[in-house]
């Protein structure tokens, strides 16, 4: 059963802006601090942003100041707005529910130099 449902990745060239877009049930998405992680080959699953239910947001390091992350509570889906991307942002994006840990099926993104 698909707790998250993820879109958005893509191919982009370096500059670039992507949005990803992860929506969950009512019920995840009104408990859960929602989560984008990303992970490239070879590499461990690293944090890129997460959002609380009270919207206080925490970035990695690497993405601060090009990444922000926001959620609408209308329509249970939380975003990741990617501005000013690099070749090192190609990764797959994982969406996550962080008190039932669930995760998205992720979402391939891609940034040409």
């Known amino acids: 059963q698909v707790q998250l449902v993820e879109s958005g990745g893509g191919l982009v060239q370096a500059g670039g802006s992507l949005r990803l877009s992860c929506t969950a049930s009512?019920?995840?998405?009104?408990?859960?601090?929602m989560g984008w992680y990303r992970q490239a080959p070879g590499k461990q699953r690293e944090l890129v942003a997460r959002?609380?239910?009270?919207?206080?947001?925490t970035y990695g390091d690497s993405v601060k100041g090009r990444f922000t992350i926001s959620r609408d509570n209308a329509k249970y889906t939380v975003y990741l707005q990617m501005n000013s991307l690099k070749p090192e942002d190609t990764a797959v994006y994982y969406c996550?529910?962080?008190?039932?840990?669930?995760w998205g099926q992720g979402t391939q993104v891609t940034v040409s130099s």
């Open positions: 996550n529910a962080n008190a039932n840990n669930y």
């Open positions: 009512r019920m995840i998405f009104s408990i859960n601090t």
């Open positions: 959002i609380t239910t009270n919207g206080r947001t």
